[in-house]
């Protein structure tokens, strides 16, 4: 299981002209998963995205995770 993580303000995905998910800031997951994987993979790999502190504070230091922007996930 691999996962390429984008931190945005806003993303959205169109299937023949309709919308059929969107976000906010949040991050964007393109996720890659093998027939090998397993729940438990995914679970380790959601814990590691959640606890990610590459959103900014006020300062423009980049350490903040998550829900401590009220963030949303789009994958």
Do not use: S
């Amino acid at each position: 299981m691999r996962a390429v993580v984008q931190r945005v303000l806003n993303a959205g995905v169109t299937v023949d002209g309709e919308c059929v998910g969107k976000i906010g800031r949040g991050y964007l997951v393109l996720l890659g998963v093998g027939h090998g994987d397993t729940r438990a993979e995914a679970d380790k790999l959601w814990g590691k995205l959640r606890g990610l502190r590459i959103n900014e504070d006020k300062n423009g230091k980049t350490n903040l995770a998550l829900a401590d922007v009220d963030g949303e996930v789009l994958v």
